[in-house]
């Protein structure tokens, strides 16, 4: 049974910084392409990133581009999402995914987790 679980949501302040991880288990890690994409309330699933098996292939949403860094840890089975210079907008549910490749759109992805809570304060 495929699991991916996510960890290190939580509260932190306008211009602030979290690191997300999620763990992978049942699936071979190192051949999937990992994605990140968050929902706020009311709203669609939105992009955030995606990587590829071995992070040579790395695409961004176009609003996370130069505050938000994906990379992987194969040998951990984990995928990071470092968020810097948060924003109250970035508030949502975040979810990490694993898909044959990298891709922006959510349909291509397999395997989800079950999501993780950011919240920015103003």
């Known amino acids: 049974q495929v699991q991916l679980v996510e960890s290190g949501g939580g509260l932190v302040q306008n211009g602030g910084s979290l690191r997300l991880s999620c763990v992978g288990s049942?699936?071979?890690?190192?051949?999937?392409?990992m994605g990140w994409f968050r929902q706020a309330p009311g709203k669609e699933r939105e992009f955030v990133a995606s990587?590829?098996?071995?992070?040579?292939?790395?695409y961004y949403g176009d609003s996370m581009k130069g505050r938000f860094t994906i990379s992987r840890d194969n040998a951990k089975n984990t995928v990071y999402l470092q968020m810097n210079s948060l924003k109250p907008e970035d508030t949502a549910v975040y979810y990490c995914a694993a898909s044959n490749r990298p891709s922006r759109v959510n349909d291509e992805y397999r395997y989800w987790g079950q999501g993780t809570q950011v919240t920015v304060s103003s």
């Open positions: 990587i590829n098996w071995n992070g040579a292939t790395i």
């Open positions: 049942g699936l071979t890690f190192s051949s999937y392409a």
